[in-house]
């Protein structure tokens, strides 16, 4: 038992698991909504857009936070401006805006000429380094999300099935799109210490798709989603303390795992219904 | 009766393109009003101007303000894959002063209610994509029903279904229809659908002709509303579209010669 409880007596440990488990949880809360506007790519683009502003912030003496937020925003409100002209599509505007924000990033450190420390750890990722005050700011962003999405929960809902009729029943899906923008840039900004750029759009992505496995029900999947990020943040560091693995991709490696097994679990699981399945569609 | 809506020579556009032009309509309690056209006839942007969503350029559009508007949308465009069951779909529409994310007990009593009346009240745990066509329209119904609309709006109901489904779907219109709620429905199916409704509007950007299938399903105005030809008979007093279609009627003067000469000189 000892054995097991020793990483905890490190602070940094400490900080590091729980900052993962915080981050675990708000990419599962926010992916989900992600993931089901098909718009799985904007993690990933909008982390290395954010990039851009992490480096300029570094650059030009800014806070991070505030810098790179605001960048974030940015990009994110244009990515859903331009989506919403149907001849482009969202992953063509993620793909112009998010890779001219990373190019805006790369000019600045070649003028700079090298990399800083504070820069390598945006792009990887580095959980054991993060302190006490990057776990309030993490608690802090995943509390005002939970909070959100539950204030919001219709809305949002609504928003991402529907955004059509959702107008046309007096939902305000502009404003949706800009909270969820919100929140998307507030996540990255606050989990890049923690995974990286290069690994929060897996996060975003597998804790969701994990849910849509496992259930037919939107607020089922919320649920399982958020509870699988945080497994996966904790066990994730967890385990890259004994395998000595960087922390990121053991988070990550784990949510892959888990995939795989909801996945098989799916697929025994619909072999097994085919008779169910049939007498609801004759109905 | 009181009126729901009214269109004053309303223009609408998407980009610089005119979508609607000069539209006059009126839309009144217990009204029933199928919308026919062409496809980008602005059926489609007409309903959502009469919901609020799409804005005139000229023109006004009246409005009883207490009148709340139930959507229902064609249901090809709905993602099916989308992981919600009927209750959670139908539960949707109730956002109205809800602090909470979950449903208070009067909010599930509504939907269970409404549902039931739509005949579907067992299915309220199922996914949306387990059902037949005709369920499957029926929970969009209930989504826009549970609103308590005044006016029901609803785009192209019957597109995508079977001849029993659209029966079906039809029959449950009616009913709704019958308990005292306002229907404007858009519909392709001249012969099937809006030959049976009261009142029919015929669109092409503008309106074209208002009044009972009998006065304006005729080969004049059909022939403004489509721009192209069509044949109109009567059977037991209803109007009935007949379509030609040149392509095929060319290949048939070609074929039945030739099928005609083959039995003609057996082997």
């Known amino acids: 038992m000892d054995t097991l409880l020793e990483p905890f007596r490190y602070e940094f440990f400490r900080n590091g698991i729980a900052v993962a488990t915080l981050s675990g949880a708000l990419c599962g809360l926010v992916g989900v909504y992600v993931v089901l506007r098909g718009m799985s790519y904007i993690g990933h ?27 974030g925003l940015v990009s994110a409100i244009l990515i859903l401006l331009i989506a919403r002209r149907r001849s ?35 792009l990887f990722g580095n959980v054991l380094g993060v302190d006490m005050a990057d776990v309030l700011v993490v608690a802090g962003v995943t509390l005002v999300a939970g909070a959100v999405v539950a204030l919001r929960y219709r809305q949002l809902l609504f928003t991402t099935f529907d955004p059509e ?90 949510a892959a795992s888990m995939f795989v097994l909801a996945y098989v679990f799916a697929a025994v699981r619909r072999r097994r219904l085919p008779e169910a399945a049939l007498d609801a569609h004759v109905g | ?48 101007a009469i919901a609020g969503v799409v804005k005139p350029i000229a023109g006004r559009i009246v409005r009883d303000r207490a009148a709340t508007i139930g959507y229902v949308p064609q249901v ?22 809800r602090v909470f994310p979950w449903a208070s007990k009067r909010d599930l009593h509504d939907a ?34 549970l609103r308590r609309p005044k006016l029901l709006l609803m785009d192209e109901p019957t597109s995508g279904v079977d001849v029993r489904t659209r029966h079906d779907v039809m029959h449950l219109i009616h009913e709704l229809h019958h308990d005292g709620l306002a229907v404007v429905l858009t519909t392709h199916d001249l012969n099937g659908i809006a030959a ?29 509303t489509y721009g192209a030809p069509l044949e109109v008979l009567s059977h037991g007093g209803m109007p009935v579209v007949v379509e030609h279609y040149p ?8 074929v039945v010669p030739l099928r005609e000469g083959h039995h003609g000189h057996p082997a």
């Not at chain 1, 998010?98 to 390598?120: C, D, K, M, P, Q």
């Not at chain 2, 994509?129 to 209930?142: C, K, M, T």
């Not at chain 2, 409704?197 to 022939?223: H, K, Y």
């Open chain 1, 165 to 254: 009729v959702a107008d046309v029943s007096g939902v305000s899906t502009a404003r949706m799109d800009v909270l969820l923008a919100l929140l998307l840039t507030a996540l990255i900004t606050v989990c890049m210490s923690v995974l990286g750029v290069t690994l929060i759009a897996a996060m975003l992505v597998i804790p969701p798709v994990i849910g849509r496995l496992l259930t037919d029900s939107f607020h089922r999947m919320l649920w399982i989603s958020v509870a699988v990020g945080m497994f996966c943040g904790f066990v994730g560091v967890y385990l890259s303390y004994y395998l000595d693995w960087a922390s990121g991709p053991a988070v990550v490696l784990t």
């Open chain 2, 112 to 145: 269970d209610d409404v549902l039931d009346r739509l005949g579907i009240g067992n299915l309220g745990d199922r996914h949306i994509r387990e059902l037949s066509g005709g369920q499957q329209q029926r929970v969009f119904v209930a989504r826009a029903m």
């Open chain 2, 1 to 48: 009766m009181n009126q729901l809506i009214r269109f004053e020579r309303v223009t609408c556009r998407y980009g610089i393109e005119p979508v609607l032009v000069n539209v006059d309509l009126v839309v009144s309690e217990g009204d029933f009003v199928g919308i026919v056209g062409p496809s980008g006839s602005g059926k489609t942007t007409l309903l959502r």
């Open chain 2, 247 to 254: 392509e095929v009627e060319e290949i048939e003067r070609k």
């Open chain 1, 88 to 122: 482009i599509g969202a992953d063509a505007a993620i793909g112009v805006v998010t890779t001219a924000s990373f190019a805006v990033g790369v000019v600045i450190i070649s003028v700079i000429g090298s990399f800083t420390r504070n820069v390598e750890s945006v």
């Open chain 1, 45 to 71: 683009g909008l982390s290395h857009a954010i990039f851009g502003g992490a480096v300029a912030s570094f650059a030009l003496g800014f806070s991070f936070y505030l810098g790179a937020g605001l960048w």
């Open chain 2, 76 to 97: 090809e465009t709905v993602n099916w894959y989308f992981p919600v069951t009927v209750r959670e779909a139908v539960l949707m529409s109730r956002i109205d002063g």
């Open chain 2, 196 to 224: 049976h409704l009261p009142q029919l509007v015929c669109l092409n950007r503008e309106v074209i002709a208002t009044g009972r299938p009998q006065e304006v399903i005729t080969p004049e105005v059909l022939e403004r």
